[in-house]
């Protein structure tokens, strides 16, 4: 992880303790509101530094501004810990596309994995009653063989690929 990745992981987890701990605080009012504004402005405030720029430079309508503009409004209605939430799962999202790409490593890990399981399911057959399904590959891809209902010594047999309905 970058130092960047650090300092959001730091924040996210300040956020969240902190989220934790005013939910059992019985508290109201203006002290609420107070007490609401450290995680939210903890999580959540570079991107109100963003917001406030973009506007500034006549840019407003992008994702930083919308999630200023949401999570000001529930402020504004009295959500607070809403408030706080929208902007804590935005900033986890932000967090992990950020961390995504250092990731690309494990791809071929993945795809090896995926492949020694297409091959020790190929051929693989299961019986339920009149329900026979023998996992194939169809044009590359893992797939079914899938048979029902025997009529009169014939069975609908159906091709299917990963992903499709059965009917």
Do not use: C
Not at 34 to 50: N, S, T
Not at 141 to 159: D, F, I, P, Y
């Amino acid at each position: 992880m970058t130092k960047k990745q650090k300092k959001m992981l730091k924040r996210i987890l300040i956020a969240s303790v902190l989220m934790v701990v005013l939910a059992f605080l019985p508290v109201t009012g203006l002290l609420k509101f107070a007490l609401y504004m450290v995680p939210y402005l903890v999580i959540g405030h570079d991107i109100l530094r963003k917001a406030f720029l973009g506007v500034k430079n006549k840019q407003m309508f992008d994702e930083s501004f919308l999630m200023a503009l949401a999570t000001v409004g529930a402020l504004a209605l009295g959500e607070y810990g809403e408030a706080v939430f929208v902007m804590l799962f935005y900033q986890v999202g932000e967090f992990f596309q950020d961390l995504a790409p250092g990731l690309a490593f494990l791809r071929p890990l993945n795809s090896f994995l995926y492949h020694i399981a297409v091959r020790a399911a190929e051929g693989t057959a299961v019986d339920h009653g009149d329900l026979h399904i023998t996992l194939t590959k169809i044009g590359g891809s893992l797939g079914a063989l899938v048979s029902t209902g025997q009529t009169v010594g014939h069975s609908n047999v159906q091709n299917l690929i990963f992903g499709e309905l059965l009917i």
